[in-house]
């Protein structure tokens, strides 16, 4: 199974619904995601550098890193 498309897929889903965000609780809020940040992301995600993304390759674990560290950033 590819994770990975799956996870752009919805994060590009979270990112694109209508309306206002709901209010933080108990604290500032941070930008918003931009069309422009997920295009610069996906660019990375496709270039060459991270060497392809067939399952158990290390492309596939040098994205999942990638993928991963942005979540947590």
Known sequence: MK????????SALACSSAGA???PVGG???AA??????????YIIADDSMMGRE???RGAFVTA????NEFRR
């Open 55 to 57: 399952t158990g390759s």
């Open 65 to 68: 890193d990638y993928v991963a």
């Open 21 to 23: 965000p709901p209010a």
């Open 28 to 30: 500032a809020t941070s």
């Open 3 to 10: 994770i990975l498309p799956v996870l752009l897929a919805a």
């Open 33 to 42: 995601i931009t069309p422009e940040d997920l295009r610069q992301r996906l």
